[in-house]
């Protein structure tokens, strides 16, 4: 279990992060909550005394026996600030101590992760942008906000991103403080990455369609993580049984074909391409119009049959094409008797598919699909493999650390 400091800035998203706060108290951390004196005009002390389980306060004098002001600081393992005002930022940029919780900043030696949320034109600001800058160079986790509806009736970046995202954020950088590094340096910015994920469907009839047990998790953990470590992000997004997160492009596909198709036009131009996606090998060619069963009672045990006809491997495909200084990552579903079997495996199909790098689970007994955790080995071309075992988060850093070194070299 983890100390997480939550700090709470005065902006009308300050309601979203009440969900924040259950899902990190869920997950069993201990979360103290640090309101401004503003973000209780929108959201009251009793609710977040309710939700935290714990006393709250906004000034450096309300608890004065205690220390409050150096104590949360030194006893947080993460400070997550959400939503994070103009005024907020410049006061943390400024390094201000004026209340609780900018003492708190001032006192941490935890990692911190702001995710600012106001109107467009106050965040593209220049005031803003230069503060923005300067607590990424102070390495501070500065997460961007969502492009979408604000408040009134605009639209554009400002929006605080979904609490359940904000949540998987502070899980990621509780599981490796290390991330919060990469991602407050971005270290991947100015690279454009490619990431498939969700498990593709294939038609039937009009109706129904063969499909497989990816929920998708595994491959937008990678995408939102890279996002969030500066790389321009497009995501092809077979079916996914999760919401997609903020700061990416999505090229929405259905059938391994659609897929193939949509890779031709964005792999070409990637930096690294993740191919996440659990494809369909075999596809039917689908009726026009519903498939009616066998009338009568007798019919009962009548079999029917289904050809299917083999579908392009994309993964091949696109390293059959290489580009200079582009990494290819492929990912590899076995179930083997055991690891070093799943080895063997891992390093045929490497060579056989020519990519840069493969990520093989093993998924005997449905040990891996939708769930939070896994256990994967990382198999390049070169050099011994690494495993991760853990969430699906610790993951995805482990694979964009090595994407973000193939690149390197
Ligand atoms: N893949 C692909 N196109 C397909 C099937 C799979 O691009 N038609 C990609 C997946 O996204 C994954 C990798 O290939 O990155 C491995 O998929 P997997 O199904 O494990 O491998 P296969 O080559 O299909 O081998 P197997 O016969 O062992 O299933």
Redesign the pocket.
Known sequence: MSVVVLGVGGGIAAYKVCHVVRGLAEQGHEVHVVPTRAALEFVGRPTWEALSGHPVHTEVFDDVPSVEHVRLGERADLVLVAPATADLLARIAAGRGDDLLTTTILATTAPVVVAPAMHTAMWLNAATQDNVATLRRRGIVVKDPADGRLTGPDNGPGRLPEAAELVDLARTVLADPSCATAMASRDLAGRRLVV?AGG?REAIDPVRYLGNSSSGRMGLAIASQAADRGADVTLVAAHLEVPVPSGMRVVPVTS?ED??AA?DAEAPTADAV????????FAPEPAGTKIKKHEGTDAVGDTMSLPLT?????????CAHPVPGRVV??????TAPDRAELLD?AVA?LS??G?DL??VNDVSAGKVFGRADTDVTLVRQQGPGRRVIGSKSQAATAILDEIHSLLAN
């Open positions: 498939s593709t391994t897929l193939a890779m993740v191919m996440a996606v659990a494809a369909a090998d083999q579908t392009p491997d994309v993964l091949a495909r696109i990552v492929g990912f590899a579903a076995e495996l199909k056989r598919k990519c493969l990520v």
